[in-house]
């Protein structure tokens, strides 16, 4: 299933600081949208009249795949769906105007508080008023606003400043101002008006233009007394979210995902392989290491099948500009390459298939596999890579493999962002690792990663080499 074009843009999402304000919220039922207000938004995720905790769960989760993975409305519309007609939700409104709502309002403020986290490092920033085929008049008047970053503005008209306000702000510096020819302006008046709740009769003083409950900056505010009190009368929630050990992942294949991936990845780590996936993770994160899941025709640089998920592709990589911009999921090698990445990348690109389901990977099979490996290798009938064996002498190994795939890959990020040192060690497992020194090191860091103990065994300074190596990049 190939992405599908977002009808809205939400700047370089996902990056980590939109997925750790999403992710630190807590579950809160609510009865309609003014259950939960302003603040307290950056505490408790909700949706207006989901009271289920089993419901609010699985909208979470899908929430959390739309950011972290960039899905499309159409994907979280869909999803919607699915949801809606396993839990029996009467909602209010059409199927596909509610899950606009939600989709658009979370993606969009979960941006904005990471945005609000990134433009810290800026002495002053600009509004910026959206693109809009109806523009608000209080909003458009505010159109490159330049004001210090301290200044008591933006607790108030930090965007998002309503439903559907596409308005955004951008750090600058002095010498940016005086470069945009532009000036410090004087912090304007807000003028206020009442709001009065329908419901409970509450009269509520909202800035004029901004819709009641927008007027807050996403991810400033710590949670509020009250939400504090509301999360503590409600009874503990099944979040069903995985450990997110890997950040993110762009899939074009159902069954390949990051929640997948996450997965298999808290499997492996309950096992003694647990130290080095931490570790993993730790520079996954440390180094924003980001992933695609795509077919062998999206990988065809001839074919149009990867121009249809191009503008997707720079969305969630946030790559604006670039000469070669196919060569970011492309390669000329593309039959019989299962991945590849480059130095000049931060992202792997790994070969999957319509039917890949990583449910199916054999964690302990695909360890047992390193096993087998150094067996062949010392029988003097070394295996071409590990993959090959997993992929082979393994249950659901093609499923396996991707995973083996994806982890081959990461160690080549893990070689570069070294130094593309050279070990030393002229021994080896797989046939694939005598190719060249990049290849010895991708090759033997999966062995690694899977099964240190088994490596250990067989050459103890191989594995202690990639215990430095690992040290290395997260120091």
């Known amino acids: 299933m190939a992405a599908v074009k977002p009808t809205a843009h939400y700047g370089s999402l996902p990056f980590k600081e939109a997925i750790a304000y999403f992710r630190a919220k807590l579950n809160l039922p609510s009865e309609r949208w003014a259950d939960v207000w302003r603040e307290q938004h950056d505490a408790a995720f909700m949706v207006a009249g989901a009271m289920k905790s089993d419901l609010l769960a699985d909208l979470r989760q899908a929430v ?106 951008i750090g600058e510096t002095k010498q940016s101002i005086e470069r945009k020819g532009l ?68 899939s074009t294949v159902p069954g390949v995902n990051i929640h997948r991936l996450n997965e298999k990845l808290t499997e492996l780590a309950a096992t003694s392989a647990g130290p080095q996936v931490q570790q993993l993770s730790q520079f996954l994160h440390k180094h924003d290491i980001k992933t695609l899941f795509i077919t062998q025709a999206q990988m065809n640089p001839k074919a149009i099948a990867p121009t249809k998920i191009l503008s997707d592709v720079n969305d969630y990589l946030d790559a604006k500009t670039e000469f070669h911009p196919l060569q970011r999921l492309t390669t000329k090698g593309y039959l019989y390459a299962n991945g590849f990445t480059s ?30 490996a150094i067996i062949n290798k010392q029988s003097d009938k070394a295996a071409w890579t590990l993959s090959d064996i997993i992929r082979k002498q393994v249950t659901d190994g093609s499923d396996g493999a991707v995973l083996s795939d994806w982890l081959h890959e990461m160690g080549h990020q893990l070689h570069y962002k070294t130094g593309l040192a050279k070990s030393g060690i002229s021994d080896w497992v797989t046939v694939y690792s005598t190719e060249n020194f990049k290849e010895w090191h991708a090759e033997h860091f999966v062995m690694w990663l899977l099964n240190r103990k088994a490596l250990a065994a067989w050459r103890e300074d191989v594995a202690l080499y990639f215990d430095q190596l690992m040290k290395q990049a997260l120091n």
């Open 343 to 372: 130095r000049s990348f931060n992202h792997v690109v790994v070969k999957t298939n319509a039917g890949n389901a990583l449910s199916r990977a054999a964690i302990n099979e695909m360890r047992r596999a390193v096993d087998l």
């Open 64 to 169: 959390d795949a739309a950011i972290a993975e960039g899905r499309s409305l159409k994907w979280f519309q869909s999803e919607f769906k699915n949801i809606v007609k396993r839990t029996g939700w009467e909602h209010n409104g059409d199927a596909a105007w509610r899950a606009r709502v939600i989709y658009d309002t979370n993606m969009r403020q979960a941006y904005n508080a990471g945005r609000y986290q990134q433009l810290q490092q800026f002495e002053f920033w600009r509004y910026v008023h959206g693109d809009s085929r109806y523009p608000r008049p209080d909003h458009q008047k505010h159109h490159n606003l330049v004001l210090p970053k301290t200044a008591a503005f933006w607790q108030i008209w930090f965007p998002q400043n309503g439903w559907g306000c596409k308005c955004k702000v």
């Open 183 to 250: 000036k410090v302006s004087n912090e304007p008046e807000i003028p206020m008006r009442d709001w009065v709740d329908k419901k409970t009769g509450e009269v509520h003083q909202v800035p004029k233009g901004i819709d009641p409950g927008f007027d807050y900056a996403p991810g400033a505010s710590k949670p509020s007394e009250q939400i504090k009190q509301q999360l503590a009368d409600k009874q503990p929630l099944a979040e069903r979210l995985p450990e997110r050990l890997a950040p993110s992942a762009f």
